[in-house]
């Protein structure tokens, strides 16, 4: 299963260290808790629409291009994820049987 | 301040009615109760990442469809929250002030 809040944490905290910005810093300008900031960047904890907003703010990033980025993510994810047809050719049963 | 959940839940209802199933028949269908996904397709309640990805099952959506879907429509609002430079002429102050 795909988890929003995991891409979602990559996405923020990817633009957080592209800032060169400690936690401790994005958490004074956002005027959220360090320690939630901390577990919604490692996709523990869900980001509440208001929290995302202050932290797009705080990362002088617009919520669409954080959106955008976390939608790529997902896709490459759910790319991995689905079952691919089998194209590996199998050995014929008598090779395997002499092998065995 | 542009919020997540309420284009979020624009996009799920949206997708539902497009493949004009119920909320009773989603929830179903997501093993979701009905006044949870109601509450999230109108905005007021902040979908769970668990949740987010029942409802796409439901709805045979991939989820990084819908969060570009989300992105498009966050990226529309941002632009009309922004603010516009003024390029309507006033009238000159003695215009205004025989009006008066």
């Known amino acids: 299963m795909v988890l929003f809040r995991q891409r979602l944490g990559d996405a923020l905290r ?10 401790r810093e994005v958490s004074g300008v956002a005027r959220v808790s360090l320690g939630y900031i901390s577990e919604v960047e490692r996709g523990q904890k869900e980001a509440s629409s208001e929290l995302l907003s ?14 955008r ?5 997902v896709a490459v994810e759910e790319a991995a994820l689905e079952p691919t047809p089998i194209t590996v050719r199998t050995r014929p049963a008598e090779v395997v049987a002499s092998a065995a």
Not at 69 to 73: E, G, I, K, N, R
């Open 14 to 23: 990817s633009r957080r260290t592209e800032l060169g910005l400690t936690l």
């Open 54 to 67: 202050s932290l797009c703010d705080a990362l002088e990033v617009p919520l669409s291009v954080v959106l």
């Open 69 to 73: 980025d976390v939608a790529h993510a």
